[in-house]
């Protein structure tokens, strides 16, 4: 964990020198690709020793797989050897050398390097071999035309900015980053005009910076001190469990799973500080001309905190991979998009059983979450004060629901996690069966169906907006898909 945090605080200062003395208006490409990759080699390797070489070999074979295969099919063989490569390795580390530890926990690394392999594979196959009118807006958006080189296939999969945390980032905008051309388009979207001129200066990252360092060190001085005092094992402790009422436990429940997040706070938070360092992660400019640093960002803490359903919750935790599940997956799925979705969603986390119960728990959960919202919200929503009471309910209840459900992604073993569940009588796994089984699923459906008939129709919205109103973007609406078409009209600019 030293380090860890020791490599990315090395990252950061990289980042600062390699804007200012590696600036794309003052050296080439090539240079900024080798550099990039040479430092993110360098901090694997310091961080993890020799099971570094895992991100070359995986990265060198899919690369190779790309090249053998043709553009037809090589999204499908990339796709398969690299989580089945990741999954080799999550196996060997966990039931072979140290389960439950963090040391040479190379894997986590591996899983970003999983998500930048598989995700390029079909933006090449999406724009080399797909036609145009086939894809999604999305697709369209990331579609790649050309097979990329060598270095800059391990450029994007191995830079020191994201090597240790990631985040993910479309290949495309990691590649506008390197050749210089993300502020320039950007400010031509800003003043909505095509003909701005390139040579206008680049605004600067500090404020952004600044803002997440101090995010990060709050984060760590509370991970430091208050995440110690309120352990998660505590909640399966047997005196605990036979003294304490049950507003009690459920109290405890919520604080000590609030209290485990901000060492995920810190992490992405501070990987997101060494991209903008860098010059990346630049979004744009709102209409009152202000930037936004959150192109490549993983997490929205005050949504998370304060979210008041499932969906919510989820749609700003870990927001990337969210992301990079829906376009390689649920998009591309040809039956049961949810079922497969979820199957890669636990594959890709690793082999620990208590990510299998969270994930099972938490479909279940969703479900009946779902179920509830359509049946009975819009008997809350048209008084001012009765709202504020239904949101103040739900939040108590999504709060209390996503600990409940996440105990076992902690607790990681089998045995610990069914402790947990039977101390409660697995009263929230009940509580949404009876909900799914008292509630009709059909009004869900058609609400499903509805969202999806209705996407096409926001996209070209978009669509138009992006050539009407180049810079209008919706900075209010916090779900996978409205945060994905924005990110389209971004890179619709660039092409």
């Not at 993910?168 to 506008?176: A, G, M, R, V």
Request: a positive charge.
């Amino acid at each position: 964990q030293v380090n860890f945090v020791v490599c990315q605080l090395f990252a950061l200062l990289a980042a600062i020198w390699f804007r200012t003395y590696l600036h794309s208006s003052k050296t080439s490409p090539f240079i900024r690709h080798v550099v990039a990759t040479l430092l993110g080699l360098y901090l694997a390797l310091f961080c993890f020793g020799w099971y570094a070489l895992h991100f070359v070999i995986q990265s060198g074979i899919s690369y190779y797989i790309m090249i053998i295969i043709g553009v037809e099919n090589m999204h499908k063989y990339c796709f398969v050897f690299a989580l089945g490569y990741l999954t080799v390795c999550q196996i060997t580390r966990v039931y072979i050398f140290d389960y439950g530890q963090y040391s040479a926990d190379f894997s986590g690394p591996m899983m970003i390097i999983t998500q930048k392999i598989t995700s390029l594979a079909f933006e090449i196959h999406d724009g080399m071999f797909r036609k145009n009118e086939d894809l999604t807006p999305s697709q369209r958006c990331l579609a790649v035309r050309r097979m990329p080189s060598l270095l800059e296939y391990l450029s994007y999969n191995c830079n020191f900015m994201g090597i240790l945390a990631g985040p993910l980032c479309s290949y495309k905008d990691y590649i506008t980053f390197i050749e210089g051309r993300s502020y320039q388009l950007q400010q031509s979207e800003a003043n909505g005009k095509e003909d701005t001129k390139y040579e206008q200066t680049d605004p600067s990252p500090n404020i952004a910076v600044a803002q997440k360092l101090l995010i990060c060190g709050l984060s760590l001085l509370f991970h430091m001190t208050i995440t110690k005092t309120l352990p998660v094992e505590y909640n399966i402790d047997d005196n605990f469990r036979a003294t304490a009422s049950w507003p009690v436990r459920f109290f405890y429940l919520y604080v000590s799973l609030m209290a485990a997040r901000p060492k995920y706070y810190f992490a992405w938070t501070l990987a997101d500080a060494i991209n903008n360092a860098a010059g990346f992660g630049f979004r744009g400019y709102d209409k009152n001309g202000v930037t936004h640093w959150d192109l490549i960002s993983n997490l929205r803490i005050q949504q998370i905190e304060f979210s008041t359903s499932f969906k919510m919750f989820l749609d700003n935790w870990n927001i990337q991979t969210a992301l990079w599940l829906k376009r390689v997956c649920y998009e591309r799925a040809t039956f049961s998009p949810t079922i497969q979705t979820f199957i890669l969603s636990a594959i890709w986390h690793g082999v620990y059983p208590g990510y299998y119960l969270t994930f099972l728990t938490g479909v279940l959960m969703t479900l009946a979450a779902r179920a509830i919202r359509n049946n009975i919200r819009h008997y809350f929503v048209e008084s001012p004060a009765v709202k504020l009471c239904y949101d103040i309910v739900t939040w108590m209840t999504t709060q209390v629901a996503i600990s409940y459900t996440v105990v076992p992604f902690v607790l990681l073993s089998v045995k610990p996690s069914f402790t947990f569940y039977s101390s409660c009588y697995f009263c929230f796994h009940i509580a949404s069966i009876l909900v799914l089984l008292v509630f009709p699923l059909k009004r869900t459906q058609k609400g499903s169906k509805k969202h999806e008939n209705i996407q096409p129709v926001w996209s070209k919205k978009l669509e138009e907006e992006n050539l009407l109103q180049k810079n209008s973007y919706s900075t209010t609406n916090n779900s996978f898909s409205q945060k994905q078409e924005i990110t389209c009209r971004y890179q619709a600019l660039k092409q």
